[in-house]
């Protein structure tokens, strides 16, 4: 995907967030194009930012997620609007969960709109 095209950020979030309550394991159907341009869209943002980042308090502070898709959405649920919120992860943001594409997309999709 070129960086002409048009990222629908807010579609993919809401397609994302549409399992929310569900049973763990459904998943989320994302385009080829919609996951790299998401990956574009990112890299150019974390690229043009300072290698140290400054955050004002207050902050949450997550541990690895490590693909646990479900439990991601449990945790923003819990601790409420995205927007609202300055969260820090802390890696680990893939690898062991089945649904590791469908986390670091939410992820991802956040930091563009965020």
Do not use: W
Request: glycine residues 8%; charged residues 25%.
């Amino acid at each position: 995907m070129g960086d002409d095209i048009e990222l629908d950020v807010d579609g993919i979030i809401s397609r994302l967030l549409e399992v929310r309550g569900c049973r763990p394991g459904k998943t989320v159907a994302l385009m080829e194009s919609e996951v790299n341009g998401l990956c574009v869209a990112a890299r150019n943002i974390i690229a043009a930012q300072p290698m140290l980042l400054r955050i004002k308090a207050p902050v949450k502070i997550c541990g690895d997620v490590h693909g646990q898709y479900y439990d991601l959405l449990r945790l923003l649920d819990f601790v409420g609007a995205v927007a609202n919120n300055t969260f820090l992860f802390l890696g680990d943001y893939v690898d062991r969960g089945k649904q590791s594409l469908e986390t670091i997309c939410l992820l991802l999709a956040y930091k563009i709109k965020y």
